[in-house]
């Protein structure tokens, strides 16, 4: 790949990763965790993909900046599955997701959003991503200035905030389930 349009293309994928989930984030989505792991996985990929592609010296002070930036990526994950909000699923959610052609692998009883608060950790977290970049490009820190750590940085948060959002989910449809109790 020309090295312009790669230096153009990955920003600009980057930047349409982030305002995806700003939008998923702010607006109700069917509960489906199967979809919601297939983001994960391919944030993953991209980021090991390009990390594998780029010729990187890697320092101590590299695996250091990257853990610390693992670490607040996980916990905002974390914080942002723990305030997530749920709803029964709506006709027009079922319709949609009907309209997809892909059957769930489960029926979709609920939707989620974390709301403005969790837009608020959100931005912090791309705040917090840019200024480590910026620092340690300055630095001359190659693995923690890479992009294919911000893919990475970004798949742990949507892995962590589904781990948290997807227990609680199976928590609540655990108490809503009546016992039956037989002799």
């Not at 670490?71 to 305030?83: L, Q, T």
């Not at 403005?116 to 200024?131: E, K, N, P």
Request: proline share 4%; hydrophobic share 55%; glycine share 8%.
């Amino acid at each position: 790949m020309n090295v312009n349009l790669h230096s153009f293309l990955v920003p600009l994928i980057g930047v349409v990763a982030i305002v995806w989930i700003m939008y998923r984030q702010s607006s109700w989505q069917p509960v489906d965790p199967a979809q919601m792991w297939r983001m994960v996985l391919v944030l993953a990929a991209v980021g090991v993909y390009l990390l594998v592609r780029s010729d990187l010296t890697v320092t101590g002070a590299d695996i250091g900046v990257v853990v610390i930036e693992f670490v607040v990526s996980i916990a905002a994950g974390v914080g942002m599955g723990a305030i997530a909000m749920f709803r029964p699923v709506t006709a027009e959610t079922q319709q949609q997701v009907a309209a997809r052609g892909r059957a769930p692998r489960a029926p979709i009883t609920a939707e989620t959003r974390t709301g403005a608060w969790g837009l608020v950790i959100w931005l912090v977290l791309i705040v917090v991503r840019v200024g480590i970049e910026v620092a340690s490009h300055r630095a001359g820190l190659g693995l923690a200035s890479a992009t294919g750590v911000f893919f990475v940085v970004l798949a742990a948060n949507r892995a962590a905030r589904l781990a948290v959002l997807t227990a609680r989910y199976e928590r609540i449809q655990r108490e809503r389930v009546p016992v039956t109790i037989t002799s």
